[in-house]
Every structure is written in C-alpha cells, then in structure tokens.
C-alpha cells in the first residue's frame, strides 16, 4: 500500500514563472490538506480539499496560488508567477476522514525559486 | 501565529543519554501529536497523545501532557545516532495541525 506520494521532489524556477506541485493521496484517502515549511520553521496549514471541493483554503496567500483536487487524478498546489519568498518546502497530507489525529504525510516537494 | 512552541531550539546530546524536550500551546486542544523530520526529509509521525491523557509511551518514547500548564514534553531514552533530527510537536483544532518551529537533536557518537 503505497504512502502519499508527491512530485517532483526537487523543483528550480526562476521568477515570474509558474511551479506545479502534485500530490497523490494514499488508496482510498479523500481528503488533502498542503502545507508549507519556510526555512528553520514548522509547517503551516494552507488548504484542505476534498475530492472537487475545496473546504478551507485560510492558509493560502490570496494571490497567485490555487489548489485542486479533481474528480480523477492528483491533488494540484499551483503557484503562478513565482517570487524568491516561495522558496520552501511544501508538504501534501492525507486522510480517510477530514480529522488531523490520521493525516499521513507526502515526502514534500522542495522548491527553488532563483 | 504557531500554535506549538518547541524548546529548546536544538539540543546536543551523546549516544546513551536521554533527551527531553518540551511544547507549548496557547489555546485548548483536542490531541497532541509528536514528528520527526530527518534532513531534508518528510514528517514521521511518532505519537499522539489525547486531552484526556497524560502519559503515553512508545518503545523508547515518552510523552506527557498537562493540559493546565498547556505543554507538553517529549523524551528520547537511551539516543541513538539515528535519533539524529528535527522534532515538531502538532496540535489540532479538526482538522488543521499546527506545529511548532521544532527542536534539532544531533545525538553525538
């Protein structure tokens, strides 16, 4: 039974372009939560999604960054017009319930922005 | 603003000894939980404890809660090399977890 998965694990962008960051929940798992980790810091809560629906996205900056999670396939964090502040590493959690006592985490996805 | 704060901010310790480290919280909580993070690495969940409960063990961890003093402490028994890493404490509140800044552990050979 394969974990949360997340891709790509290394990712470089220069700024103003735009950074995709995919998840994939664990087999039977409809809720996903992102979270970003800023150098020497904890991870802070971005967005919670369920399956085409959108629960609590009060973590996620305003501008230029979106999230999905469609019917079929991965969970998406989108990050349009990259800035050097965005450099961080971003985490993909998921559960069978929308609890945070059974969230199991993604690797991350470390981003670069130059 | 975070909800946990861990301290101390990094720890260095010898092989054998046991380490301890402690979490703060400001608002009331449903459960606690305990990761690990190695460099550069993802989360290892390593135990939850509930508002109800005040002790729980895990192998060679210990964690307590006192939900009066609003902390919480987490003790490594007789480290190991491999214990080498960031430790976060996570409180909950539904579904969004919220973790402190962490304490680094570097357990020396």
């Known amino acids: 039974n394969a974990g949360v998965m997340q891709n790509p694990r290394h990712l470089v962008r220069r700024r103003g372009q735009e950074a995709r960051l995919r998840c994939s929940p664990m087999k039977g798992h409809s809720h996903v939560y992102w979270y970003r980790q800023l150098p020497e810091e904890g991870l802070k809560f971005m967005v919670y999604?369920?399956?085409?629906?959108?629960?609590?996205e009060s973590g996620m900056p305003k501008e230029r960054f979106s999230a999905e999670f469609p019917k079929e396939g991965p969970s998406i964090l989108r990050i349009q017009q990259v800035v050097r502040g965005d450099s961080a590493a971003y985490f993909c959690?998921?559960?069978?319930?929308?609890?945070?006592?059974?969230?199991?985490f993604g690797p991350g996805t470390r981003l670069t922005v130059l | 603003s975070q909800q946990g704060e861990e301290d101390p901010q990094a720890l260095s310790i010898q092989e054998g000894e046991n380490a301890t480290m402690n979490c703060s919280y400001k608002?009331?909580?449903?459960?606690l939980q305990w990761y690990r993070q190695n460099s550069g690495r993802g989360l290892v969940h390593l135990i939850l404890i509930r508002s109800n409960e005040r002790e729980k063990h895990s192998g060679r961890l210990r964690v307590t809660l006192d939900t009066s003093k609003k902390s919480s402490s987490l003790l490594i028994t007789a480290s190991r090399a491999a214990d080498t890493a960031s430790y976060f404490c996570a409180t909950d509140n539904d579904y969004k977890l919220s973790f402190g800044a962490g304490t680094t552990v570097t357990v020396r050979a």
């Open positions: 999604l369920q399956k085409e629906n959108i629960i609590d």
């Open positions: 959690a998921s559960s069978a319930s929308g609890t945070a006592n059974e969230q199991f």
């Open positions: 608002t009331s909580i449903n459960n």
